[in-house]
């Protein structure tokens, strides 16, 4: 092409060139890609969704596996996640009410960011005083509610009397992004991904080492991640159901299942 420079890398312009050609296929596609969002509505809506909110988290989970697994030779994991968690919370908000309410008590900053990065730009984003109210937007058609696990608030041992709203996802998603400091909840019904995490809830006021050790011998790897007012939180390996005979043995009075999480896909 008599473009390149005289060590043989391609010259600036036709590596800008090139740019322009690869931007203009994206483009195309992620047209193409948002395009199918309103297909994706009217699918759901024939097979008896009635409108019901269409988040699918163990689908979005399969949708970014399978891309993460395809072989490349430049993008990153984070970058791939970055790119399609847009494209999804984008296609998400064509198919109906999609918003978002934050509660990060001290970490604020930190659970905005962490909600964007879990559902991109597209859904709108109300900050909230309270873990109260971000669960009572939870309750409304298309609301996600995103807390934190820091602030030393049991928030999440209310669902176990609320058994309609479920943790769906814990954040961030990539483990590089940093350790699990925020959670999704939503009216919507929790799915094994094929790679999950159960998010399980006890009274017992055992140590946590105690706790771990009651579940190992019953086969369950569980780790703890927050703790507060008398409650302890654990994700535990795996998808449990609610009404699983190891947990109903497990300890603690009160007890159970709050949601299930695909695990951090750079695990
Ligand atoms: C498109 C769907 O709805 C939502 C959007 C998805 C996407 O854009 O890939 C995936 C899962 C859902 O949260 C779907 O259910 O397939």
New binding site residues.
């Given amino acids: 092409m008599g473009r390149d420079t005289p060590t043989g890398a391609p010259s600036l312009d036709a590596v800008r060139a090139r740019i322009d050609i690869v931007d203009s296929e994206l483009l195309k596609l992620l047209d193409e890609r948002a395009g199918l ?1 309103a297909a ?1 509505a009217a699918a ?1 809506k024939a097979a008896g969704g009635d409108g019901k909110f ?4 163990a ?2 989970a399969q ?1 970014l596996r399978h891309l993460l697994a395809q072989p490349r030779e430049s993008a990153t994991p984070a970058l791939i996640v970055r790119i399609w968690r847009e ?2 919370g984008d ?2 908000s064509r ?1 109906g009410p999609f918003h978002l309410a934050v509660w990060g008590g001290k970490q604020e900053t930190r659970a905005v960011e962490l909600a964007r990065l879990r559902f991109g730009i597209a859904p709108p984003m109300a900050i909230v005083e309270k873990p109260e109210q971000a669960l009572a937007a939870a309750k409304t058609p298309g609301g996600v509610a995103v807390l934190s696990l820091g602030g030393g608030h049991a928030w999440w041992g209310r669902l176990l009397a609320q058994p309609s709203l479920r943790v769906f996802a814990t954040l961030p998603c990539l483990s590089s992004w940093g350790p699990t400091s925020a959670m999704a909840v939503a009216e919507v019904k929790v799915e094994p991904s094929g790679r999950d995490q159960t998010l399980w809830v006890t009274d017992s006021n055992l140590p946590n080492a105690k706790i771990v050790e009651a579940l190992s011998r019953d086969g369950v790897a569980g780790e703890p991640l927050a703790e507060s007012g008398g409650l302890k939180l654990f994700a535990l390996a795996g998808f449990y159901q609610t009404d699983d005979a190891r947990l109903a043995r497990a300890p603690g009075t009160l007890s159970g299942v709050i949601g299930a999480a695909p695990e951090p896909f750079d695990l």
């Fill in positions: 969002a994706v759901k269409g988040l699918r988290s689908r979005e949708v494209i999804i296609s998400l198919q």
